[in-house]
């Protein structure tokens, strides 16, 4: 029994949408998990972004986030992350100062650098026009931040039709703010981590994605870190993949379709709906997913009963010195379970809670 103290806790959702299961559904079963999350304690739940998968459906966060936040009364709601890239700084600043005003006090913005998804969706997310390409990213993080204030950011312009050159133009998310979102950027590598040193914001290490870097980037943050006025001191967590039930037999038979999956996208192979417990168990043997990438997200993901999983999350946790971790509750479903409810993912929500 470990004698670390335990972390606070919240949830990373990217809506897995299983086999036979529809959009509406998988959206269900996630709001579902979002008002457990929200009596059993957690601190907040967010959704991530991501386009053109068949085992996920959160491609919108804004939308995701404002039914989450219809359907709790207490638990912060947010995006984690919203992928820059794919959007314009102001529609990004407007969507969440929108949050905010249903939300007051509850809303994060999560900002994240990566597409969020392959060239071709890339290209097609942006045929309205330029967004905010990757190499502007630390630009439009600063024009978000001006947008969300209450006095909004001024703009001088220069050549715009009907207007004198050198008048100076007032922009605001929203007419009357009286808050405004937390913003944390998100990240995988050191870039994020230096940035948000730089800004002096909050930030995350998306750990659950692959793990590797995770020290460094934790140190280059905290020993580049910059105080500013939204954060005096560095502040940080970490998110994990995580699968707790109520024998090692029953998690490690969750497990397998979500770590079969992404030795799908690791391994280039075509991507499918995530298959259920006995559909992921008939094809093991079978079709050439890579055993050792499976094994070695084994190693890496928190997967046992509830004591065990509670156990490593707090020696994780005291590790790397924070006192929140971020759970991705990626239990698969057996076949019998309903579609609009996430039976594995609320029992592991329900044990972590303790």
Do not use: C, K
């Amino acid at each position: 029994m470990s004698t670390a103290p335990f972390p606070a806790l919240s949830v990373l959702d990217l809506v897995p949408v299983r086999t036979a299961q529809s959009s509406a559904q998988a959206v269900a079963a996630s709001l579902d998990l979002a008002t457990h999350a929200d009596r059993l304690g957690y601190r907040r739940y967010w959704f991530a972004e991501h386009h053109n998968m068949p085992a996920v459906a959160s491609t919108t966060p804004p939308v995701l986030v404002a039914a989450a936040a219809a359907r709790t009364t207490r638990i912060r709601v947010g995006s984690g992350g919203v992928m820059l890239p794919n959007h314009a700084p102001l529609i990004v600043a407007e969507q969440f100062a929108a949050l905010e005003a249903i939300a007051p006090g509850r809303v994060d913005l999560g900002l994240g650098r990566a597409p969020g998804s392959d060239p071709v969706i890339t290209q097609l997310l942006r045929m309205s026009g330029t967004t905010s390409e990757a190499d502007r990213f630390p630009e439009h993080v600063r024009d978000i931040l001006s947008f969300l204030t209450a006095d909004g950011a001024t703009l001088r312009l220069v050549n715009s039709p009907n207007q004198a050159p050198g008048r100076t133009y007032d922009v605001h998310a929203t007419p009357a703010a009286t808050g405004m979102p937390d913003v944390w950027l998100l990240g995988s590598s050191d870039y994020s981590a230096q940035l948000a040193a730089a800004f002096g914001l909050p930030y995350v290490f998306a750990n659950h994605f692959s793990g590797e870097g995770l020290e460094r980037a934790v140190d280059l943050y905290r020993t580049r870190f910059q105080p500013s006025e939204i954060l005096p001191v560095p502040r940080t967590f970490l998110t994990a993949n995580v699968i707790a039930a109520d024998s090692d037999v029953e998690a490690e038979e969750r497990m397998l379709p979500q770590a079969r999956m992404m030795s799908r996208l690791r391994g280039g192979h075509p991507l499918i709906a995530l298959e259920t417990v006995e559909q992921a168990a008939a094809a093991e043997a079978g079709d050439g997913l890579a055993a050792a990438t499976i094994d070695g997200m084994r190693s890496r993901w928190f997967v046992g009963t509830g004591p065990e999983v509670r156990d490593r999350i707090a020696v994780f946790a005291a590790r790397y010195g924070v006192d929140e971790v971020m759970v991705s509750p990626v239990a698969g479903a057996y076949d019998n379970e309903p579609m609009d409810r996430a039976d594995g993912r609320i029992q592991t929500l329900e044990l972590l809670a303790g």
